[in-house]
C-alpha cells in the first residue's frame, strides 16, 4: 500500500489560497452591506464559512483585513491603445457601463466615499488603492491622446480626467438609486460623443 506523503493535502479540504480569496470575498461583501463600523471579524469569517482561528491567523483586525481588500481592489487594467482617442474612450466605458458587475461596483464605491468622510485613515486608504490607480489609468489615456495630437492643447490632463470619470460617476449613482433618468440604451456611444466634444482637438 501506497504511503500519503506528509506534504498531501487530505481529500475535500480547502486550501491556503482558496481560504484567502474566501475571506477577502466576505470582507468585501461585509464592508458593502454593513459598513466598516457594523461589520466585525465574527461575521467575515461566519460568511466565508471559516474559522476566526483562520481569519485571525492571517489578518490581526478589521483594518488590516479591509487594507488587504483595497489593495486587490487596485488591480487595474490599462485601456490598451486602440489607435483614436474615440476608440479608447468608448473602451474604457463599455468595461464599466452596462457590465454584470457596474451595480455592485457602485455600491463599493458608494459606500467607500461614506466612509472616507471624516476618517482620515480610510481616506489615506482610498488616495492609495482605488483613486491613484484609476486616475493613472484614465491619465494614460489622456497623455496617449496627446501624444497622437487628438486633444485640446490648452486642455489639462486632469480636466479631461474629470471630463471622462463624471460620466461614469453619474451613471453609478444612478445606477444604485436606480433613478429615472432619460439615457439611452446606446449610453456609451452617446457620452463618447459628449466627452471628445470637450475635450478633442
Known sequence: ????????????????????????????????VRGYHAMSMESIAARAGVSKVSLYRRWSSKLAIVTEVLRFLSEVTPVKDHGSLAADIRALLKEYIGSSTAKSAAKIFMRM???????????????????????????SLVER?????????????????????GS???????????????????????LTRAILSGIRK
Do not use: W
Open 113 to 139: 466615499m461614506g466612509e472616507i468622510s471624516g476618517n482620515p485613515e480610510f481616506l489615506a486608504l482610498y488616495r492609495t488603492h482605488l483613486l491613484a490607480p484609476r486616475l493613472a489609468q484614465l491619465r
Open 1 to 32: 500500500m501506497k504511503k500519503q506523503s506528509r506534504s498531501a493535502r487530505p481529500r475535500g479540504r480547502p486550501s491556503s489560497a482558496a481560504i484567502d480569496r474566501a475571506l477577502i470575498a466576505a470582507a468585501l461583501e461585509e464592508f458593502t
Open 145 to 165: 491622446a496627446r501624444a497622437r495630437k487628438e486633444l485640446r492643447a490648452n486642455l489639462p490632463t486632469d480636466v479631461a480626467c474629470a471630463m471622462i470619470a
Open 168 to 190: 461614469l460617476f453619474l451613471y453609478y449613482l444612478t445606477l444604485l438609486a436606480e433613478a429615472e433618468v432619460d439615457m439611452s440604451s446606446n449610453l456609451v456611444e452617446q
